[in-house]
């Protein structure tokens, strides 16, 4: 049963994204500023899919922690279903995405349009720049830019080196960080075609201390994801000890 809504779902999703695209390619000839919202209401008609097709649900945890305005989500990343949930949930979403996700049929024209923020993974420094400059435009503008400093989707319970890429956009915005963690994978896992009914739990935390170094930002996020997450621990000792860890700035670090 639970193969057959998951072929359902994808099934849809398909020919919906297919659909959608060839809307979205008209109002960006007329109405480009039309592009996010409806790119928004297509992600909130997916995730209505996911539930109806495949019995996933979403709960999340600490929307108090996120200001208005601009702000920096750097988010865990196990699921496809990670690139679709902040549609939903913010105003003025733009993730940060690899660029050759601009190669997809029809869509893939339409991200960056859409306020989206594509970077060259193997640019080097000039892509590093270009991504500053990408993600200054869009705090300026007041948007809640999505990174995922794991750099691909990594399975529960494993673990891989974060990016920096990260602190310099926190330096060169000087928007707040606030850690994102979640358990989508367990659910939707990656490149998995069967989907597993169930809750999807996010938590947000809150936002990491002003002036925080490149070692310290990265510790405190490996804290909010692979220690902390999405389980709570609120009466545990130990998890009380890593809250603690991830609020509280390092010792000043000389710099050169």
Not at 126 to 147: H, K, S, T
Not at 172 to 199: C, E
Not at 205 to 229: Q, T
Request: charged share 20%; proline share 6%; aromatic share 6%.
């Amino acid at each position: 049963m639970f193969m057959i809504g998951s072929l359902l779902f994808h099934g849809f999703i398909i020919v919906s994204a297919l659909t959608a695209g060839m809307i979205a390619l008209v109002l960006d000839r007329v109405a480009p500023a039309r592009l996010l919202p409806f790119g928004q209401a297509w992600a909130r008609l997916a995730l209505f899919a996911l539930r109806g097709f495949c019995g996933i649900s979403v709960r999340i945890e600490g929307l108090e922690h996120l200001p208005q305005g601009a702000v920096i989500l750097a988010a865990q990343h196990q699921s496809a279903f990670d690139t679709l949930i902040w549609f939903t949930r913010l105003n003025a979403p733009a993730y940060v995405m690899k660029q050759e996700l601009r190669r997809m049929p029809i869509i893939g024209r339409l991200l960056v349009p859409a306020g989206q923020i594509a970077i060259d993974r193997t640019g080097g420094a000039a892509a590093l720049r270009d991504l500053i400059e990408q993600c200054r435009a869009a705090a300026a503008a007041g948007r809640q830019i999505i990174i995922f400093p794991e750099g691909t989707r990594v399975a529960p319970g494993q673990r891989v080196a974060l990016q920096p890429g990260i602190v310099a956009i926190a330096r060169a915005t000087g928007l707040k960080v606030i850690p994102v963690a979640t358990d989508s994978g367990r659910y939707w896992a990656r490149d998995a075609i069967r989907k597993r009914p169930g809750t999807i739990r996010i938590k947000l935390f809150p936002a990491l201390p002003e002036g925080l170094d490149r070692a310290a930002m990265i510790a405190a996020l490996e804290v909010a994801f692979y220690e902390r997450g999405v389980v709570d621990n609120h009466g545990d000792n130990r998890a009380t000890s890593l809250s603690r860890d991830i609020n509280t700035p390092s010792q000043p670090t000389d710099q050169k």
